[in-house]
């Protein structure tokens, strides 16, 4: 099936590839290029001059033109000097270039948003991506390969679902209630929330980061959070290079939970059952606990878990025709996911067209089309009972069965109470769930660019964003939801679930630069004004009994009445901008930017936002007395200012909304009638949340820049935020959006590049980058001194506060109790009758103190009143790290290569909320627990400080739970070996190189739960909850890159 | 024409001739998925839905669903809650000024204040029949007025809201005292009275009619004649004459059968003979069908029923928190005639549990085991029962409570039992199968009516408002119930733990303290003196 989907691809790919490949005839060069020490180069543009023909040379350096006697070549490549070369009579050509002394900052361009720049003339804080290191073990999306890349840009996912999208922040989290993506902006394109998953990451010819207010503020009212610019190969100079790029891999789950055998389960159930029902269970026939130290027991972990594999596929044509630049590509990707029956498919095509009518015209268009299929339920998104969750049932399925009876076949546990334990055969779960999210997503852009005079250029662009996403659940007679035994308080019978909806955004800018220079006074401005629309439409229905489990998601309209909800809303934003670049004699640098926003989301008084921004910059390494040492070979400070906004708040947040809907109604006689309530109150005056950034930056290069630092220290200061603010319940509402509060982000990044060995045979770079981030609430809502939240995964916690933002101290604090450990003998009196009652002054636990007992919890009183309650609660752990970072190094032995790469994360704490239900005593009977809480309290074991089997008062957050998430992984690392080119030149091969790499090999961490990159509940608020997270897994791939 | 703005705005962008004014239409968007309050209330139907989401408050979980009916209103001398190892919680009288259910039930019913404050302005603006307009009018003033009066009556002094909040700059609300509270209700319930609707008592109970409007004036005025807001007798005379205005208007009887009211609000049935019920909190569905009605009556306060097979198709799930004191038992002892016992002793304190899912029947002597029975999900006929949701409804005002304020607020006013008083309190009495009372002093009768009210409207969330308005609520819970649980003998050790709830109800308890969010946002706002 996919094999024959892949084959139409290659069809399609082939067909397209032959109506596009040029013919030209004239005189026919060949002609080797070489360095200085004789070995060919490859990848040497050829051009003939004053035409924009040309192309490029192959792996050893050869290439052949057409070309006329009268032409001149001209040979160009990074690091080398241009060299000109007359055709003549020469039927071959040798020339050698001679290597750049210029440093890389003087290659390497960054795009800045509305044009690039050369990093050396970079006066804000902006980072580029190195994709070829990123792309070197297999990623299905890119920004999966961006965490720990670059100093400051935190990329994490939730949890392991394949097909997820990641999060990033960039500099800390700004905003308390919203969001604090970055503006993504893909080929031109501003978008709010993540596309970078409809992207094949071999179609990304750049990603560059801008992160400071001067790089950011051209963005104004979006650009708060940092902007990341996402660019798109186009075509290439040459003959057309058909490239393939495929990988297989194989994944498993990078480390499982210890869980209780079935002896020590059935002891366990001994201290909580009652006499009589363990003899009619568990010791039943004559069987004692010893009877299970042999029996068989399962563990259900190896029965949802298997090995994952994952095929990518990836065809590329790119070229020149004339003035046609083309590159066209298709890829297939299929990941299976770790946890049986749920994997990731995405097909996707891509087209860039660069065309040069006349010297004045050129056009541009681009389209990327991709459809993205994730099977399999997500295993912590149920949030008022934590036995609905996927790992729950895992974990807690008894190892062995009194019965005898064969769990893994039966739907649910006989032995358990269904009304109050959602328990359900995970293995059947998994395989009869049936989840499936379909998103379609399209983009086109076309630009076109005319230059009136030289260096004034006027470039006009379009684009057009389709975003598509379904989501289908349909549970039958083998669900938790859907099968009818009649201890199942929850079934709705056979019941169905679909979600629509659909973002359409499109754009249009319109650009004037003018670049000039005289006397050493460069100058590049560029004004411009934009405009931009969304419209947003969702609908879904849900549907409860349908008659026959066969008819699935056609059942729709086969059951109750359906629930259906809908929504539809639009925003359009139009914006001025404007930006001066200027420098004399490329030492002195100022950049200054103006924006200025306005948007329908915010009521007219209020609707235009203006965003200036200003930096300098000194390339002190250009000054006479600097230029000459030989150990500087770069230095440059740099200094912004800048303003820059944020606007995430729904469409129409400053309206005052009369909702009504399932939850407005009110019974009149046994007939339902639709209400109208309030949901949202009016504020007229909502505006942009401004955040203000200072950034001092150096650049440094050492040794020919072998040794390149960038450091940059910034101050964030955010106010007016954008706040769902709590309001006096007496005002009618709960909470509404509100420009109140600060936010501070201090900061401290740091990154360092070497090339430590660089001889013929052998290469060693590497890259360090650290950064430092301190976010503090200034300000909340109302002199409100702290916001406290709670996480909704259970029922007995979502009433009481897990996270605590308060002044003066970062958010997303974890709040409860400090955990003191057990309650010892010594803290009772003993009663007449042999009761243990605690002394007086001894503290309780929140339970009753004449329930407590030996074993149970014993958290500190704080305020010393004898009595523990809610003012006991306090901070127990940090969600935000104090630093995060990566490491890398690349190795290259003649045609080895090997990429090794770090990261990690220092400082945060995580909920392991896994724990508080597995390590946890509250009697949950015919439950296995982890293999950890064997070591629990008991009269054998008196001294440990895990709290006994029947714990009273241990249904509580505190610190017992919280633990270091700190860590340090192995990300990733891959061995490259290219095909030397005399090997592959007889097959018509230009290049082929072969790698096996290994993903997330190992993670040094004190967590003991799946994995520390974890937050199931993301959000700036509650960072760092673990509860039935899908496992990170561990791979090992192999991939092959062919060029033709 | 969407579209061809939008090329009309492309058009107008590659010319780069934006002038502001334009560009300010190009900005201007209207919502299409709800409607704004200066939209709304134009005609009858748009109105009606508005008093729709007015009576919307009543049914949420956090009011008549639970919270309110059973949580925060069952915190009394005849009942208690019947878990081990309770801390933190309203219904243990061990709360802090934190609690989320005291919380979200503040915000439910200031929420509901504000959607009927939000009518009431945009009414008359409606195109619609004047004789409807004044009835959807005084229905919206009613329930307005009723919010605040249950907020007085758990929180004593509160802010009293009569304008919809359109403005973040005026949040800042003061509070009144009770007394100021209950005649700014007084007032409005007054005015409402001759606005409602006053037919079709055989209909719906749960809209609101004449005689629910004068029967719960009837119980404001008690409570502004009670501790601590102490009005005395205006306020008994007042109370006698609403009272009595529902007794005259003949639209109510007591159903022979004391079962059957709590039969027909489990089953979705309406008695329209009897009309016992005045004013019921309408629940409907389990919410699996599509609605949101349903609330958690006999799930929380009904039979302990946990481990049943067949629970979803049997006598569902129910959770037993609220049971009977042997102050209540004893309550129907005195009134035994003979070995009959009072009618409402079985229906109260339900004489049976289920083991298992199987019925089975307390000993004599278990007492305190026995849970509130007056909301039995045996009786409810939609299947399959969900765990947590049924469609129960909740008694607001009945007949009985009516007959029994008449009784008291005549032997209050006259300062001894008067014919009426007699008359109204036998009525009771005597469906109960219980002896008639005759020749009492005034405070014999006092003291037989307060009994007569706990025999017949415990669990029914009047029990610890009626300790109060009587300034005994410390010396009821505190003192009372403490002895009654120190009774080994009769109470046994396992359920010892009511000792503790006994033991912290203390003064501060009469009233529930204002919660942490209100204060710390509402500047105009103190806390209530004892928390």
């Known amino acids: ?1044 | 024409m969407c579209t061809k703005y939008r090329i009309k705005s492309i058009l107008m962008a590659t010319a780069l001739t934006a002038v502001v004014s334009s560009c300010n239409n190009f900005l201007e968007t209207e919502p299409s998925d709800f409607v704004a309050p200066e939209t709304y209330y134009s005609n009858a139907e748009e109105v009606f839905a508005a008093l729709t989401g007015v009576y919307n408050t009543i049914h949420l979980e956090t009011v008549y669903g639970s919270n309110y009916s059973c949580m925060i209103s069952g915190v009394d001398d005849l009942s208690y809650y019947d878990r081990t190892n309770i801390s933190g919680e309203v219904y243990v009288n061990d709360q802090t000024p934190g609690n989320t259910i005291l919380l979200n039930t503040w915000t439910s019913l200031y929420a509901g204040i504000n959607n009927a404050n939000l009518l009431l302005e945009k009414i008359d603006g409606a195109d619609m029949d004047e004789n409807l307009r004044t009835k959807y009018k005084g229905e919206a003033r009613f329930l307005r007025a009723y919010y605040h009066f249950i907020l007085a009556q758990a929180w004593g002094d509160i802010p009293v809201k009569t304008a919809s909040t359109n403005d973040v700059a005026s949040v800042n609300t003061p509070k009144k005292t009770q007394a100021e509270v209950l005649d700014f209700i007084i007032n409005e319930m007054e005015a409402c009275a001759d606005m409602v609707d006053s037919t079709e008592y055989n209909l719906s109970v749960s809209r609101v009619k004449k005689t629910a409007v004068e029967g719960i004036l009837a119980r404001v005025c008690l409570t502004r004649a009670g501790y601590p807001s102490n009005g005395g007798k205006p306020y008994y005379e007042k109370a006698a004459h609403w009272a009595n205005e529902v007794k005259k208007s003949g639209k109510h009887n007591l159903n022979p059968d004391v079962y059957a009211m709590y039969k027909n609000m489990a089953s979705d049935k309406v008695d329209g003979i009897y009309n016992e019920s005045i004013w019921e909190a309408e629940f409907l569905g389990n919410r699996t069908e599509g609605h949101y009605s349903a609330g958690r009556l006999g799930n929380v306060n009904g039979i302990l029923n946990n481990a049943d097979p067949n629970i979803a198709q049997g006598d569902g799930y129910g959770y037993g928190f609220f049971s009977g004191t042997t102050i209540l038992w004893d309550l129907y002892l005195k009134t035994q005639n003979g070995t009959t016992p009072d009618a409402r002793r079985d229906l109260s304190m339900a004489p049976y549990t289920y083991a298992k899912g199987v019925k089975s029947n307390w000993s004599a002597t278990n007492i305190v085991q026995r849970n509130c029975g007056k909301f039995r999900r045996e009786w409810e006929v939609l299947f399959p029962k969900e765990k947590n949701y049924t469609p129960e409804n909740f008694p607001i005002i009945r007949y009985a409570d009516v007959l029994l304020m008449l009784a008291e607020s005549e032997n209050e006013v006259n300062q001894a039992p008067t014919a009426l008083a007699y008359e109204c309190i036998n009525k009771v009495r005597e469906r109960a199968g219980v002896l008639p009372l005759s020749g009492l002093s005034y405070d014999q009768f006092k003291q037989e009516l307060k009994d007569e009210r706990g025999r017949e409207l415990c669990f029914e969330g009047i029990r610890k408002y009626d300790l109060v308005r009587w300034g005994e609520y410390v010396t009821a819970v505190h003192d009372r119930l403490g002895a009654a649980v120190a009774d080994t003998k009769r109470w046994q050790t396992a359920k010892g733990f009511a000792a503790f709830y006994a033991a912290r109800t203390e003064k501060k308890h009469e009233f529930l303290p204002i919660p942490t969010k209100e204060l710390g946002l509402n500047k105009a706002l103190v806390q209530n003196p004892l928390w």
């Open chain 1, 1 to 1044: 099936m996919i094999k024959s989907k892949i084959k139409l691809f290659l069809a399609f790919f082939f067909f397209f590839a032959l109506t596009i490949v040029p013919m030209y005839a004239q005189v026919k060069v060949s002609g080797v290029v070489k360095d200085k020490s004789g070995e060919g180069l490859p990848g040497v543009n050829v051009l003939v001059k004053g035409r924009t023909s040309g192309t490029v040379t192959d792996m050893d350096g050869k290439f052949i033109i057409q070309t006329s006697p009268k032409d001149v070549l001209k040979f160009s490549f990074i690091g080398y000097k241009n060299q000109d070369v007359i055709v003549g009579n020469k039927k071959t050509i040798e020339v050698t270039l001679e290597e750049n002394a210029v440093s890389i900052e003087e290659v390497v361009v960054v795009a800045v948003g509305y044009g690039d720049v050369k990093r050396k003339d970079l006066t804000g804080s902006v980072a580029k991506a190195n994709i070829s290191e990123m792309l070197k073990a297999p990623v299905t999306s890119i920004d999966q390969a961006l965490g720990g890349r670059i100093s400051g840009v935190r990329v994490s996912s939730n949890d392991g679902v394949p097909g997820a999208s990641m999060s990033i922040v960039i500099r800390g989290n700004n905003s308390l209630t919203q969001s604090n993506e970055p503006l993504y902006v893909i080929d031109g394109f501003p978008m709010e929330s993540s596309n970078a998953g409809s992207l094949n990451p071999n179609d990304i010819e750049s990603i560059d980061i801008l992160k400071d207010a001067s790089a950011t503020a051209i963005y104004g009212a979006r650009g708060a959070n940092g902007v990341v610019i996402i660019t798109t190969k186009s075509g290439k100079e040459g003959r057309p290079v058909i490239t393939y790029n495929g990988s297989v891999t194989m994944s498993n789950v990078a480390k499982t939970i210890d869980l209780m055998n079935g002896y020590e389960f059935v002891k366990l159930q001994n201290e909580i059952t009652l006499p009589e029902d363990m003899a009619s269970s568990y010791y039943k026939d004559g069987r004692t606990l010893e009877s299970y130290r042999d029996m068989k027991s399962y563990d259900w972990q190896d029965e949802i878990f298997r090995t994952a594999i994952t095929n990518n596929h990836y065809v590329s044509l790119t070229g020149k025709k004339d003035e046609l630049k083309y590159a066209a590509s298709l890829s297939a990707t299929n990941q299976q996911g770790v946890i049986i029956a749920s994997d990731f498919d995405r097909y996707q095509g891509r087209l860039n067209l660069d065309q040069k009518v006349n010297d004045k015209l050129s056009v541009s268009m681009n389209a990327n089309y991709a459809r993205s299929i994730t099977n399999g339920s997500a295993p912590s998104t149920s949030s008022w009972s934590a036995t609905n969750n996927l790992m729950y049932s895992v974990w807690g399925y008894r190892p062995v069965s009194p019965t005898g009876n064969d769990l893994v076949d039966e739907l649910v546990d006989p032995d358990i109470n269904m009304a109050e334990d959602y328990r359900f055969n995970p293995v059947l779960s998994a395989r009869n769930e049936y989840r499936k999210r379909i998103n379609d997503d399209l983009t086109a852009n076309m630009s076109l660019q005319y230059e009136f005079i030289k260096n004034l250029k006027l470039k006009v662009s379009g684009g057009y964003h389709l975003n598509s996403f379904r989501r289908e659940e349909f549970n039958g007679p083998n669900t938790r939801t859907g099968n009818t035994n009649p201890k199942n308080t929850q079934s709705k019978g056979n019941n169905a679930y679909l979600f629509n909806s659909e973002v359409r955004g499109w754009l249009n800018e319109n650009v004037l630069t003018y670049s000039f220079s005289k006397k050493k006074h460069n100058i590049n401005a560029l004004v411009g004004i934009t405009f931009q629309g969304n419209n947003f439409s969702s609908n879904d229905i849900t549907v409860n009994h349908i008659t026959n489990a066969s008819f699935g998601m056609a059942g729709l309209g086969k059951g109750d009445t359906p629930v259906v909800n809908s929504s539809l809303s639009e925003n359009k934003m139009m914006s001025y901008l404007s930006r001066l670049n200027y420098n004399y004699k490329s030492k002195y640098y100022l950049t200054l930017s103006y924006r200025a926003d306005g948007s329908s989301k915010f009521p007219v008084s209020n609707r235009w936002g203006y965003f200036p921004s200003g930096s300098v910059a000194w390339n002190f390494s250009r000054e006479d007395k600097v230029k000459d040492l030989d150990w500087l070979s770069n230095g440059k400070l740099r200094l912004s200012w800048g303003k820059t906004g944020n606007n995430r708040v729904s469409d129409f947040a400053a309206l005052a909304k009369l909702y009504t809907g399932i939850s407005s109604e009110y019974a009149y006689n046994n007939n339902y009638s639709s209400g109208y309530v309030l949901s949202s109150m009016a504020n007229q005056k909502l505006k942009w949340e401004t955040t203000e950034q200072f950034d001092l930056g150096l650049d440094l290069g050492f040794f020919k820049d072998r040794i390149r630092l960038t450091t940059d220290l910034y101050r964030k200061n955010t106010y007016d935020l954008l706040l769902d603010a709590d309001l006096p319940p007496t005002s009618g509402f709960s909470s509404t959006y509100m420009n109140i509060g600060r936010m501070r982000n201090d900061g401290l990044e740091f990154t360092l590049e070497t090339d430590n060995i660089k001889n013929k045979d052998f290469q060693w770079t590497s890259s360090f980058n650290i950064a430092f981030n301190l976010g503090t609430i200034e300000d909340l809502s109302l002199n409100q001194e702290a916001m406290l939240n709670s996480v909704s995964f259970d029922n007995k916690y979502n009433s009481q506060y897990a996270y605590i933002s308060m002044l003066n101290r970062p958010s997303g604090m974890m709040y409860g109790f400090l955990y003191d450990g057990t309650y010892k003998y010594d803290d009772f009196d003993v009663t007449d009758k042999g009761l243990y009652v605690l002394k007086t002054g001894i503290p309780n636990n929140t339970a009753s103190r004449q329930v407590i007992q030996p074993g149970d919890p014993k958290y500190k009183d704080i305020n010393s009143d004898g009595v523990l309650n809610d003012n006991d609660r306090t901070i127990i752990g940090r969600g935000q790290p104090v630093h995060t970072g990566g490491f890398t190094n690349n190795f290259a032995y003649k045609n080895f290569d090997l990429n090794i790469f770090f990261q990690w994360s220092y400082g945060n704490d995580i909920y392991n909320a896994n724990r508080m239900i597995f390590e946890n005593p509250a009697k949950r009977k015919n439950t296995n627990m982890y293999a950890s809480y064997i070591n629990r309290w008991s009269a054998e074991n008196p001294t440990s400080n895990i709290p006994r089997s029947d714990a009273q008062g241990s249904q509580q957050y505190s610190s017992l739970y919280v633990e270091d998430g700190s860590f340090l992984r192995l990300k990733s690392v891959s061995l490259g070996y290219t095909v030397p080119s005399d090997l592959l030149k007889k097959f018509g091969v230009k290049s082929a190189k072969f790698t096996l790499s290994a993903d997330n090999l190992f993670t040094i961490t004190n967590y003991s739960g799946f994995d520390p990159e974890v937050s199931v509940r993301n959000s700036a608020l509650t960072p760092g909850f673990d509860y039935s997270a899908y496992p990170r897994s561990r791979s090992v791939s192999f991939g092959l890159n062919l060029s033709l």
